[in-house]
Antibody
């Protein structure tokens, strides 16, 4: 059974850094396409990043240069390093899997990141 | 910057049929954008409904169908039920690794 469990969210001051984790089971993260999707309070979903099975990474303009997606195959875990955090980065961050690059078939339950002083 | 557009809200009667659409602020949506659709209820993670325009995800009832209608992608729900009341999001693949969500449609069943 495919499962995704996010962790690492919390309250962080503006300008701070945080690393989210997405622990996967039931499949191998290096074989599929792993994305981060976020949702600000009361707002819609926003795709923010993906790491391809081949290792290529892509980012939305809103986070490019500040956030980094990576994976650890030995732990079957995907990470999301977030630097220079801003108030507008406050959101629930979902980890999502895709067996192709163009959609997401499994979702985690999300982890809340709050950027506030 | 291209924006993916969806109706902000829609309502349907129980048992009725509703079609939600997904367009582009500039240009037409084709199957080459690999439109996909997701359902989300408050406080829950999204659920995948449709991918590659019209392929239903595992376990999704055939009341849900996807298509291209004119210059937009479309999600049609037939025989609407009370638990279809949710937010619905489309995603378009823009190429070069980039996916973009629409703003979402809040569907009310009443």
């Amino acid at each position: 059974e495919v499962q995704l469990v996010e962790s690492g969210g919390g309250l962080i001051q503006p300008g701070g850094s945080l690393r989210l984790s997405c622990a996967a089971s039931g499949f191998t993260v290096s074989s599929d396409y792993m994305s981060w999707v976020r949702q600000a309070p009361g707002k819609g979903l926003e795709w923010v990043s993906v790491i391809y099975s081949g290792g290529s990474t892509y980012y939305a303009d809103s986070v490019k240069g500040r956030f980094t997606i990576s994976r650890d195959m030995s732990k079957n875990t995907v990470y999301f390093r977030m630097n220079s955090l801003r108030a507008e980065d406050t959101a629930v961050y979902y980890c999502a899997r895709g067996i192709r690059w163009d959609y997401f078939d499994y979702w985690g339950q999300g982890t809340l990141v709050t950027v506030s002083s | 910057q291209t924006v993916v557009t969806q109706e902000a809200s829609f309502s349907v009667s129980p048992g009725g049929t509703v079609t939600l659409t997904c367009g582009l602020s500039s240009g037409s949506v084709s199957s080459g954008y690999y439109p996909s659709w997701y359902q989300q209820t408050p406080g829950q993670a999204p659920r995948t409904l449709i991918y590659s325009t019209n392929t239903r995800s595992s376990g999704v009832p055939d009341r849900f169908s996807g298509s291209i209608l004119g210059n937009k992608a479309a999600l049609t729900i037939t025989g609407a039920q009370a638990d279809d009341e949710s937010d619905y999001y489309c995603v378009l693949y823009m190429g070069s690794g980039i996916s973009v969500f629409g703003g979402g449609t809040k569907l009310t069943v009443l």
